[in-house]
């Protein structure tokens, strides 16, 4: 379930007004202001409050903090992210878990449809907001050394728990779910800011779709190459049908680097010429596009598989989608860099590439 910004605010609104009621709890199990057993305390930071605080302090603040008495409406996002943003990722304090218990309970008792997205949302900012300008802001460890990491994770055949060995032989103590974490973190960036630099790509399209298992389960990758080797675009989808189809052609033909198909060479899936009908319908496709089902024309594409699926093989699967997509897109962007499709950069050519993946996220070599 995807929340815009909108709906977060909307979200944000209502819980200020106090209209999304909290789960029911005894009232000897909660201290009121009136409470002779209240007792007020000023609070320097969100690390003071931690340690200072009581179950019971914690459980009313959590409770009734966000009202248009407590806080301002125009700052409960803002303070909401700053909270957050100052719980350490490698010390999840009783706090954090409080908190987050708190409000996971309210989708587990029957809760309203409001209660459940707010606590996706919040739940969707675990992940530290990424300011474009300074990336790390707030990580615990060197930029170079979490680039590097995933860097590693991207471009190799390695697990987590590889790359945790690996930083302790250099003296460095990494867990490996802190490495999993920058993956997340870091892989859609890299992705996202390495799509401008790309080289254009000619107009002989080779799509196929391969498959990822995801909880023990195949979700269908879907990927396209030019005729000389070159990445189109990619998309995982949990189905294989006429929409996946569809939908993905429609993410290529938006892509920047790409032009408009000559001819598209795809194998005997019968999702592809409804597809083919439905875009050409809508002029999104033009009309003089060849649709080819020819399966030995898509070996190149068909080749181009191996180097995503051996970096998927050490993980044995994803634990869930959004983590599958999330990676892949970074996989994907690696592999990119790799044939030499970003603009200045040969292929082959790693130091190149390293001095890319640094200057991309802002790191002086």
Same mark, same amino acid.
């Given at each position: 379930?995807?929340?815009?910004?909108?709906?977060?605010?909307?979200?944000?609104?209502?819980?200020?007004?106090?209209?999304?009621?909290?789960?029911?709890?005894?009232?000897s199990?909660?201290?009121?202001?009136?409470?002779?057993?209240f =007792?007020?305390?000023d609070?320097?930071?969100?690390?003071?409050f931690?340690?200072?605080s009581?179950?019971d =302090?914690? &459980?009313?603040?959590?409770?009734?903090?966000?009202?248009?008495?407590?806080?301002?409406?125009?700052q409960?996002e803002?303070?909401?992210?700053?909270?957050?943003?100052?719980?350490?990722?490698?010390?999840?304090?009783d706090?954090?878990r409080?908190?987050?218990?708190?409000?996971?309970?309210?989708?587990k008792?029957?809760?309203?449809?409001?209660?459940?997205?707010?606590v996706?949302t919040?739940?969707?900012?675990?992940?530290?907001?990424?300011n474009?300008?300074?990336?790390?802001?707030?990580?615990?460890?060197?930029?170079?050394i979490?680039?590097?990491?995933?860097?590693?994770?991207? &471009?190799?055949?390695?697990?987590?728990?590889?790359l945790?060995?690996?930083?302790?032989?250099?003296?460095?103590?990494v867990?490996?779910?802190?490495?999993?974490?920058?993956?997340?973190?870091?892989a859609?960036?890299?992705?996202?800011?390495?799509?401008?630099?790309?080289?254009?790509?000619?107009?002989?399209? &080779?799509?196929?779709?391969t498959?990822?298992?995801?909880k023990?389960?195949?979700?269908?990758?879907?990927?396209?190459?030019?005729?000389q080797g070159?990445?189109?675009?990619?998309?995982?989808s949990?189905?294989?049908?006429?929409? !996946?189809?569809?939908?993905f052609?429609r993410k290529?033909?938006?892509?920047?680097?790409?032009?408009?198909?000559?001819?598209?060479?795809v194998?005997k899936? !019968? !999702?592809y010429?409804?597809?083919?009908d439905?875009?050409?319908?809508?002029d999104?496709?033009?009309?003089?596009?060849?649709?080819r089902?020819n399966?030995?024309l898509n070996?190149i594409?068909?080749?181009d598989?191996?180097?995503?699926?051996?970096?998927?093989?050490p993980?044995?699967?994803?634990?869930?989608f959004?983590?599958?997509?999330?990676?892949?897109?970074?996989?994907e962007?690696?592999?990119?860099?790799?044939?030499?499709?970003?603009?200045?950069?040969?292929?082959?050519?790693?130091?190149?590439?390293?001095?890319?993946v640094?200057?991309?996220?802002?790191?002086a070599q």
């Open positions: 379930m995807s929340i815009n910004d909108e709906e977060k605010r909307q979200i944000m609104q209502e819980l200020a007004r106090g209209k999304p009621e909290m789960p029911h709890q005894e009232p199990h909660q201290l009121a202001p009136d409470d002779k057993n =007792e007020a305390k609070y320097k930071n969100f690390d003071d931690a340690q200072r009581s179950h =302090e914690r &459980r009313q603040v959590f409770s009734q903090s966000l009202h248009p008495d407590k806080i301002p409406l125009s409960i803002p303070e909401l992210f700053r909270a957050i943003a100052q719980i350490k990722p490698n010390e999840r304090d706090v954090a409080a908190f987050f218990k708190h409000l996971g309970c309210v989708a008792t029957g809760g309203s449809l409001v209660k459940v997205a707010f996706l919040v739940l969707s900012y675990w992940h530290p907001l990424m474009p300008k300074h990336p790390f802001k707030w990580r615990h460890f060197q930029s170079d979490i680039l590097l990491c995933v860097r590693w994770y991207l &471009r190799y055949p390695l697990s987590y728990r590889d945790s060995e690996m930083m302790l032989e250099r003296e460095l103590t867990d490996h779910t802190t490495v999993y974490r920058w993956v997340q973190a870091y859609p960036e890299l992705d996202k800011r390495s799509r401008v630099h790309l080289s254009s790509t000619n107009d002989s399209w &080779r799509v196929d779709e498959y990822i298992e995801v023990s389960e195949w979700k269908y990758l879907y990927r396209a190459v030019d005729s070159n990445t189109l675009d990619f998309m995982l949990a189905k294989r049908d006429a929409h !996946a189809a569809e939908r052609w290529a033909l938006k892509a920047l680097h790409n032009q408009e198909p000559r001819v598209i060479n194998d899936n !019968a !999702a010429p409804k597809a083919t439905t875009l050409k319908a809508e999104t496709l033009p009309e003089t596009t060849e649709l089902q399966k030995y070996n594409v068909e080749q598989h191996r180097f995503i699926k051996r970096l998927v093989n993980g044995m699967g994803f634990g869930s959004n983590t599958a997509r999330r990676t892949l897109r970074g996989m962007a690696m592999n990119m860099i790799r044939k030499g499709q970003v603009q200045g950069v040969e292929k082959g050519d790693m130091q190149v590439s390293i001095e890319l640094s200057q991309l996220f802002g790191i």
